[in-house]
């Protein structure tokens, strides 16, 4: 059990679908983050949700559509795709939105791998 | 903008041996963490250690400890007694302390055992 549950672990889409990625945590977490991973590049994040508001959303397309419902879950919408939108997308949660003393950074999910074809 | 920088993108290591993986990091901050995360084939990302910048004496955790030259914005993982489930990608990270400005995240390095 890690901490922070991620489903699908894999998923297959294509361009003209719609689906959602799913994140759960019981952490009692407040802040939690949709990254995208791709290969021989650094994490991007994407969304940064604190108390369920989202306070960061770094430049990523529409097709991308957070939801935070509660300080538990977090969701990524996903439609019309691109292929290079193929990744493996980590949530992560963390105690709060600030580092401090006594935050020893953030717990990751599994991870969902998305195929767009 | 930081940015982290891990020019290996893959190692190995024999088995009981020791390896050391290199990470730089750009920053015009003073207070920040710096963190390795390994990534096994299992894809959850988990935290190897960590360093306070405002702390001189180098972090080690058990076989895993840290060469942190501030000045020089070094940020190298040291393991001791390579083991098999050493095996994964190794992510060097950033954040800078008490503000909303999130992880930062190197390209990895790939680190292979071998037996």
């Known amino acids: 059990e890690t901490g922070v549950t991620q489903t699908p672990r894999h998923l297959v889409m294509g361009m003209t679908n719609k689906k959602s990625l799913k994140c759960e945590q019981h952490?009692?977490?407040?802040?939690m983050y949709w990254y995208k991973q791709s290969a021989k590049k650094p994490l991007e994040l994407m969304f940064v949700?604190?108390?369920?508001?989202?306070?960061e959303n770094n430049s990523v397309p529409s097709r991308f559509s957070p939801e935070c419902p509660n300080s538990s879950h977090l969701f990524l919408h996903l439609h019309t795709l691109q292929p290079e939108d193929s990744a493996l997308y980590l949530c992560?949660?963390?105690?709060?939105?600030?580092?401090?003393?006594?935050?020893?950074?953030?717990?990751f999910g599994s991870g969902t791998r998305l195929t767009v074809v | 903008a930081q940015t982290v920088t891990q020019s290996q993108p893959e190692m190995s290591v024999q088995e009981a041996e020791t390896v050391t993986l290199s990470c730089t990091y750009d920053t015009s901050e003073s207070d920040y963490y710096l963190f390795w995360y390994k990534q096994p084939p299992s894809r959850q990302m988990i935290l190897v250690i960590r360093?306070?910048?405002?702390?001189?004496q180098n972090a080690t955790e058990n076989r895993f400890s840290v060469n942190f030259q501030k000045a020089a914005k070094s940020f190298s993982l040291k393991i001791s007694d390579s083991q098999l489930g050493d095996a994964a990608m190794y992510f060097c990270?950033?954040?800078?302390?008490?503000?909303?400005?999130?992880?930062?995240f190197g390209s990895g390095t790939q680190l292979t055992v071998l037996p």
């Open positions: 949700y604190s108390l369920e508001e989202r306070v």
């Open positions: 952490l009692g977490h407040n802040a």
């Open positions: 360093q306070e910048a405002y702390k001189q």
């Open positions: 992560a949660s963390s105690a709060n939105l600030f580092g401090d003393r006594s935050n020893y950074g953030y717990t």
């Open positions: 990270a950033y954040r800078v302390s008490g503000s909303a400005r999130q992880l930062t």
